[in-house]
């Protein structure tokens, strides 16, 4: 039973491979690399692989405006699946990660100051185009399920705790940002087009007025020199 299970994690870290790619229902896995171990088997990847998936945590870092790290511990597939169907809606990926390598990759990035947050299992949610997004659909999540833990995160390269997270959780999408600002500029247009037309109507008001003033005395004069 255990040489299947050893040959698929010496092809890839045990936490990528089951639940990133093979969606495998493993209670868990730390336990499972524990009996392995201990039945003399190697679950060390190749420093190729190690490599590849440095270089692919790297392209998701220099890719992403914002990272959103979290410890996944405890968590089930359906429950990683949900989430990723969450955040895969906010255009972002959610990814498993193999501490050592991500920490790896960030230092490639040249993004420093998260490295103590890669001390249990973990997870990255990357935020591709809309990091309010993203943010809002792991914040939620967490609320209804207490085994992902918000940890903290980056916005750029400017370091996030969990109150920053949270708060930019509670930011408008760019969609939403968008809709704001072609209201803010339509306000103004439609205030200008009524007080025009307010004034093209006190202008017409104006002239009527005169209009009529100028026959009343007209007709007073031509009264007068009637009388006359």
């Known amino acids: 039973m255990f040489s299947g299970v050893a040959y698929l994690c010496l092809c890839r870290n045990v936490e990528a491979f089951f639940v990133n790619e093979h969606k495998l229902l493993l209670p868990n896995i730390t336990v499972l690399c524990k009996i392995l171990e201990k039945e003399g088997f190697n679950l060390a990847i190749s420093r190729e692989r190690k490599e590849l998936l440095v270089k692919e945590y790297a ?104 109150a920053a997270i949270k708060n930019l959780a509670g930011l408008p999408s760019l969609t939403q940002l968008r809709g704001q600002i072609v209201g803010l500029v339509n306000a103004p247009a439609t205030r200008l087009v009524g007080a025009l037309a307010g004034g093209v109507r006190q202008l017409v008001s104006v002239v009527n007025a005169y209009a009529e003033k100028e026959n009343e005395d007209k007709g007073e004069e031509a009264e007068e020199a009637v009388a006359t």
């Open 59 to 162: 392209e998701q870092l220099n890719s992403s405006e914002a990272i959103i790290i979290v410890s996944n511990e405890g968590l089930t597939v359906s429950d990683l699946e949900a989430l990723r169907g969450k955040v895969r809606e906010a255009e972002g990926k959610f990814y498993i990660v193999k501490n050592t390598l991500a920490k790896l990759a960030l230092k490639e990035a040249n993004l420093l100051g998260v490295e103590d947050l890669f001390i249990e299992p973990t997870g990255i949610g990357f935020c591709h185009n809309n990091a309010s997004g993203v943010a809002k659909a792991i914040t939620d999540f967490a609320k209804k399920n207490d085994k992902l833990q918000v940890k903290g995160g980056l916005l750029g390269d400017k370091v996030l705790d969990q």
